[in-house]
């Protein structure tokens, strides 16, 4: 195999966990993908780890797999996190600038970001993961995208910290041990998505991601090139499955077999007649349902989730707002009826959204539900050049300060989440 710099996302879902090697040719684009694993996602609840051991050995199962299509070990990885415990903040760091002829260096820009994370009072409890540049102030200039090379006395800066608890960050990290791994560094669920769907224009225009999942549903939105907020819900595909379990009154395996075979998020387009054999499904199973009922109920729980999307839309103003609309990625959005359902709900556009074509293996990444994970790979592509090349159109990245063998390598990792 020819040599060239190895990337390796491992996207820890609530449902499954994806991995991927890709391989960076030197004077080829895109990446190429050269091996792929998934696997059952065990020991994990709501996106948190509850059990760390099984945790590892599902990245360990997936890891497996992918290091034997590629041929290349996965020492290291660039990892997802979500869950609920997410959070994100304003802040804002100022600093003198340091040439006396007053031009704005890289220097200048790495301490007003550092500034910003030294004023910023975090509990113990919490980490800061990113903190991403939204704008700079020069002096009385405001709404400065980049303002490398402009002379000034006083920077700002205005940024979105996103933070997450302590404990389940070093617990993901003690997982990837085990599983005999270590994470470069950690990126949040809906940023790395957003990474590998979105385009510059639709973030300029105004568009929020959703990217629906096993047991949660996190979203990002972005406007004017910025990542005005994010969030992650407590609810996900798996609750779709659960009311159908119920409502059926059958297994939890052939609740799931029913929404992938039969569901639907629309009703309206299914005959109230139309009936599904359960023993078709399961042989132990017996009796007819009625596919208009699943339809029912799968609708239900998405206007939920919609409505819990339209609530966070409205806490920042911008409820039917946003010109780009919304693209849905993960595993739910493959759901039929469900980007029309989003349309209703949201009042806005809504499409599927697709990874970003890359070289190598691609029918089997073509799909939303490897969305997270290719934006991780094209992230860490983005780590491996230049790092002295500052714009404040990226992303750094913040890890557990209990992990210090990994912070400088971090520290110093941009990432391009705005355009």
């Known amino acids: 195999m020819s040599k060239g710099h190895y990337s390796v996302g491992l996207d820890i879902g609530s449902a499954t966990i994806r991995a991927v090697i890709a391989q960076e040719m030197p004077d080829e684009e895109p990446l190429r993908v050269i091996g792929i694993g998934t696997a059952p996602s065990e020991g994990i609840r709501r996106g948190a780890v509850v059990n760390a051991e099984a945790v590892a050995k599902s990245c360990n199962v997936a890891l497996e797999q992918a290091e034997r299509m590629a041929g290349h070990a996965a020492e290291s990885v660039v990892a997802s996190v979500s869950g609920t415990e997410i959070a994100c903040q304003t802040a804002l760091g100022v600093i003198a600038v340091g040439r006396a002829d007053g031009e704005v260096t890289y220097d200048d820009m790495t301490r007003v970001l550092e500034e910003v994370e030294a ?50 960050l070093k617990n993901i990290g003690r997982s990837l041990e085990q599983a005999g791994t270590n994470a470069d560094s950690f990126v949040v669920e809906p940023l ?122 409205k806490n920042i103003g911008r409820e039917g707002l946003l010109p780009g609309g919304a693209v849905l990625t993960g595993g739910g959005a493959l759901l039929p009826g469900v980007v029309d359902l989003a349309k209703r709900m949201l009042r806005l556009p809504a499409q599927i959204g697709y990874p970003k074509p890359l070289g190598g293996i691609l029918d089997e990444v073509d799909n939303p539900q490897f969305a997270t994970v ?10 491996g050049h230049d790092k002295k090349t500052f714009s404040p159109h990226k992303l750094f990245g913040a890890m557990p300060e209990g992990m210090q063998h990994m912070v400088e390598r971090v520290k110093h990792w941009s990432q391009r989440f705005l355009p």
């Open 119 to 168: 004023r910023l009072t975090m509990p113990l409890n919490r980490e800061i993961i990113h903190v991403i540049p939204k704008d700079y102030r020069l002096d009385d200039q405001k709404n400065i995208k980049d303002p490398l090379g402009m002379r000034g006395v006083r920077l700002e800066m205005n940024a979105l910290v996103v933070s997450d608890s302590t404990a389940h």
């Open 192 to 313: 790395a998505s957003a990474e590998a769907v979105l385009h510059e224009k639709q973030k300029e225009l105004g568009t929020i991601l959703i990217n629906i999942g096993g047991s949660t549903t996190s979203l990002a939105v972005f406007e004017d090139g910025d990542l005005l907020h994010l969030a992650v819900l407590p609810v996900g595909g798996a609750h779709v499955t659960n009311d159908l379990a119920i409502g059926l009154r059958t297994s939890i395996e052939v609740a799931e077999a029913v929404k992938l075979q039969y569901g639907t998020a629309l009703p309206d387009e299914v005959g109230k007649k139309e009936e599904i054999d359960l023993g078709v499904i399961d042989s132990q199973e017996e009796g007819l349902v009625s596919r208009h009922h699943v339809a029912e109920i799968i609708e239900a729980r998405l206007e939920e989730i919609f409505s819990f999307i339209n609530t966070e839309l």
């Open 374 to 383: 290719i934006g991780l790979l094209l992230l860490s592509q983005h780590s």
